[in-house]
Structure formats: structure tokens, C-alpha cells
């Protein structure tokens, strides 16, 4: 069977040197020697300010919530996965959608400010499939109105946008390091951020508000990863180049052998080094879609429609017409892309979606 993704897995022998580190030290937790190790080996490789490794992707936007969104109106895209939403409501925010460009997939900038009211504290955008928003426009817009911008940049590891690392833009940025997603540390993700007193906050922030064994900062959760995520994403991390060349190539072929006279692909922003992330294709319909999906699954091979539905339909939202996002989010499949993908499999794809295309 051929699925949407595949974990990539680094030789067993070299993650079981890493799990022996923690095993030797008898420390599986509270940001032992190897998640230190970690986050100095990203922050070198990523060529970023910090980073405060978490145990998953939406803790970090829940902490980012909890510190800018006071309860308030949070302006946000329909189009991404549920957890950017989800986050907004939990940590009792009101998300306010703004529709999404139609080519590049990310919260359309010039509809912001129409949904800025009294009540609007933040702005969460979402850097779709690792392409970047439209980040000066929304930092001007932020500056503005007195806003904070946090983005939810989950599939962005990797990403350099106008020279420098897609992280270092917003107030926070967060990242997933999920078993699903180009470095992993199997569950896992990040939080960065360029202004030192903000990294005081959220380092707290994610230990409990722990300043200490017997003070505190202030209020606190536990977002910590642990050694034994953390000797995932040691082992993993050596092999990042290799990772990125073998989705490049697949990419590339995709690129190459579709027929783009009646669908489109995901459109990378200008001054972008964009990771090969996702491989989302637009069909003209929602029935076309189904049909292609259909044939695919009848050859054991399993794409993600990514992200559907639009979450402004969502059963905890208010549901408000989003028709970009909408249109979208029916039309839009995300087609298998992993390291070990082999050319035949690759082929075998494409020959079925231009069998079935009419």
C-alpha cells in the first residue's frame, strides 16, 4: 500500500545509541542532556535565535493563546488543520476567518483589516504546506492596530523565506515535529521566538511557571519534551539533506509528468527555499476529485484530502462563508510524498490521475 506519508526512520541502531544516553544517565525527562543537545543542534541547523523544544505542536499554540489572546477575537485562516482553530477555542478565544488566497493558500493579507474590531487581540496564520504567508503585509497591519502575530507554522521545518529562517517572523512561531513531518522526534514540536523577555515567558510557560524547584515565574503547563523524543530527533537530524533531496526529486517528477491544463498545484511564494513538504493538487471539482481518489484507492494507493473541510464549518464555530476556502478545501488532495517513494510508484500515480482527468 502507498500512503499519503511515511515516517522516515533512521537506522534502529542509531537511535538505540541515543535512547542508551538517557537509559545510562537514568533521566527521561525535565529537559535532560539530550533534549539540550537537540535544541543547540536546531537552532545551528535552522540558523535561528532559540528554541524551546515542546512535547507537541499545539501546546505551543496554546501557550501563544494564553499569553496574547486574553479572551478576545483572533483573526485566523479556514484553511489548515484543525489543532489552529481548535487551540483558539480552547483556550476560550473567538476565531474570526478571513478568506485565503486562491493560489498560494494563505490567509489573504489585504482581507485583514475588515475583521479587525475592538475585541481583536492576535492574528494567527498559518504557513500552508510550508509556504510562507505574506509576512511584511501582516507585520505592518499587526504594527498597525497593536496586534500580536503568532503563526502556526507546523509544516515549515526547513523553510527560509527573504534569506532567513521562516521562525524568526511573528511574535511566536510554532512548529510540529510530529512522526508525519519532514524532522520528527515521533511526537514533538517547537516554539521560537526573537525577543528575549517573550522566551523568559514561554519557557515558564511550557515547565509549570516553574522559576526554580520552589517558585514561580507565573502560570505554567507542562509542554516539555522528553529524552526519549529527543533521541528521535538526534538520530533523525543527520539525515535531513538526504530527506529534502528525495522529496525534491519527487517533486520534481510530479512537476514534470502531471498535465496542469486542468488542475493546479500549490503556488510557492516568492523568495521562498521551500522544503517539499506536502504535494497538494486542485482538481476542477469536487466529483473530479472523488473520482480520481476513488481510482487511486482502488490500486492501494491512499492520498489525504488536506486540509478539508474548511474550518470555518466547523461544529463549534460560528459558520460563516469562506468561498475561497470553501472551494478549496473540496477540490484539494494532497498526493503520497515520502522518502522510499520509488519511481514506479510515483509513476503509477500519475498515469491514474491523467487516466482519470477529462
Same mark, same amino acid.
Not at 500512503?3 to 544516553?21: A, G, M
Not at 537552532?43 to 501563544?64: C, F
Not at 494563505?106 to 500552508?128: G, P
Given at each position: 500500500?502507498?500512503?499519503?506519508?511515511?515516517?522516515?526512520?533512521?537506522?534502529?541502531?542509531?537511535?538505540?545509541?541515543?535512547? *542508551?544516553?538517557?537509559?545510562?544517565?537514568?533521566?527521561?525527562?525535565?529537559?535532560?542532556?539530550?533534549?539540550?543537545?537537540?535544541?543547540?543542534?536546531?537552532?545551528?541547523?535552522?540558523?535561528?535565535?532559540?528554541?524551546?523544544? #515542546?512535547?507537541?505542536?499545539?501546546?505551543?499554540?496554546?501557550?501563544?493563546?494564553?499569553?496574547?489572546?486574553?479572551?478576545?477575537?483572533?483573526?485566523?485562516?479556514?484553511?489548515?488543520?484543525?489543532?489552529?482553530?481548535?487551540?483558539?477555542?480552547?483556550?476560550?478565544?473567538?476565531?474570526?476567518?478571513?478568506?485565503?488566497?486562491?493560489?498560494?493558500? #494563505?490567509?489573504?493579507?489585504?482581507?485583514?483589516?475588515?475583521?479587525?474590531?475592538?475585541?481583536? #487581540?492576535?492574528?494567527?496564520?498559518?504557513?500552508?504546506?510550508?509556504?510562507?504567508?505574506?509576512?511584511?503585509?501582516?507585520?505592518?497591519?499587526?504594527?498597525?492596530?497593536?496586534? *500580536?502575530?503568532?503563526?502556526?507554522?507546523?509544516?515549515?521545518?526547513?523553510?527560509?523565506?527573504?534569506? *532567513?529562517?521562516?521562525?524568526?517572523?511573528?511574535?511566536?512561531?510554532?512548529?510540529?515535529?510530529?512522526? #508525519?513531518?519532514?524532522?520528527?522526534?515521533?511526537?514533538?514540536?517547537?516554539?521560537?521566538?526573537?525577543?528575549?523577555?517573550?522566551?523568559?515567558?514561554?519557557?515558564?510557560?511550557?515547565?509549570?511557571?516553574?522559576?526554580?524547584?520552589?517558585?514561580?515565574?507565573?502560570?505554567?503547563?507542562?509542554?516539555?519534551?522528553?529524552?526519549?523524543?529527543?533521541?528521535?530527533?538526534?538520530?533523525?537530524?543527520?539525515?535531513?539533506?538526504?530527506?529534502?533531496?528525495?522529496?525534491k526529486k519527487i517533486v520534481d517528477y510530479f512537476n514534470s509528468h502531471l498535465d496542469f491544463s486542468k488542475l493546479k498545484c500549490l503556488k510557492i511564494r516568492e523568495n521562498t527555499n521551500w522544503n517539499y513538504s506536502y504535494y497538494p493538487i486542485i482538481f476542477e471539482s469536487e466529483e473530479q476529485l472523488m473520482i480520481v481518489q476513488k481510482k487511486l484507492n482502488e490500486a492501494q494507493i491512499f492520498p489525504r484530502r488536506y486540509f478539508y473541510p474548511s474550518l470555518n464549518t466547523i461544529k463549534y464555530v460560528k459558520d460563516k462563508k469562506m468561498p475561497i476556502s470553501d472551494s478549496i478545501a473540496s477540490r484539494i488532495l494532497c498526493l503520497p510524498l515520502y522518502v522510499g517513494l520509488s519511481d514506479d510508484d510515483s509513476?503509477?500515480?500519475?498515469?491514474?490521475? *491523467?487516466?482519470?482527468?477529462?
Amino acid at each position: 500500500m502507498i500512503y499519503v506519508t511515511k515516517t522516515f526512520l533512521p537506522p534502529i541502531e542509531e537511535y538505540e545509541n541515543q535512547i *542508551k544516553r538517557a537509559w545510562n544517565n537514568q533521566w527521561l525527562t525535565n529537559r535532560g542532556e539530550l533534549v539540550l543537545e537537540l535544541e543547540e543542534k536546531l537552532k545551528k541547523y535552522l540558523e535561528v535565535n532559540n528554541i524551546i523544544a #515542546t512535547n507537541n505542536g499545539t501546546v505551543p499554540l496554546q501557550i501563544a493563546l494564553k499569553l496574547f489572546g486574553k479572551g478576545g477575537e483572533i483573526i485566523t485562516t479556514p484553511f489548515s488543520y484543525v489543532a489552529t482553530t481548535a487551540a483558539i477555542v480552547w483556550e476560550n478565544c473567538t476565531p474570526v476567518f478571513v478568506d485565503i488566497h486562491p493560489e498560494y493558500l #494563505t490567509i489573504d493579507e489585504t482581507k485583514i483589516e475588515d475583521a479587525i474590531s475592538d475585541k481583536t #487581540t492576535a492574528i494567527l496564520a498559518t504557513h500552508v504546506f510550508g509556504n510562507p504567508c505574506n509576512v511584511d503585509a501582516i507585520e505592518a497591519i499587526a504594527k498597525k492596530n497593536n496586534l *500580536k502575530v503568532i503563526y502556526d507554522a507546523a509544516h515549515c521545518f526547513g523553510v527560509r523565506y527573504n534569506g *532567513k529562517s521562516v521562525f524568526e517572523y511573528g511574535d511566536i512561531s510554532t512548529c510540529s515535529f510530529h512522526a #508525519t513531518k519532514l524532522f520528527h522526534t515521533g511526537e514533538g514540536g517547537a516554539m521560537f521566538t526573537t525577543d528575549s523577555d517573550l522566551h523568559h515567558q514561554l519557557f515558564y510557560s511550557h515547565n509549570f511557571g516553574h522559576n526554580g524547584p520552589l517558585e514561580f515565574h507565573g502560570l505554567g503547563i507542562n509542554g516539555k519534551i522528553s529524552e526519549l523524543q529527543a533521541a528521535m530527533g538526534l538520530a533523525v537530524l543527520p539525515y535531513m539533506d538526504s530527506i529534502l533531496k528525495e522529496r525534491k526529486k519527487i517533486v520534481d517528477y510530479f512537476n514534470s509528468h502531471l498535465d496542469f491544463s486542468k488542475l493546479k498545484c500549490l503556488k510557492i511564494r516568492e523568495n521562498t527555499n521551500w522544503n517539499y513538504s506536502y504535494y497538494p493538487i486542485i482538481f476542477e471539482s469536487e466529483e473530479q476529485l472523488m473520482i480520481v481518489q476513488k481510482k487511486l484507492n482502488e490500486a492501494q494507493i491512499f492520498p489525504r484530502r488536506y486540509f478539508y473541510p474548511s474550518l470555518n464549518t466547523i461544529k463549534y464555530v460560528k459558520d460563516k462563508k469562506m468561498p475561497i476556502s470553501d472551494s478549496i478545501a473540496s477540490r484539494i488532495l494532497c498526493l503520497p510524498l515520502y522518502v522510499g517513494l520509488s519511481d514506479d510508484d510515483s509513476n503509477k500515480i500519475v498515469e491514474i490521475i *491523467k487516466a482519470n482527468v477529462c
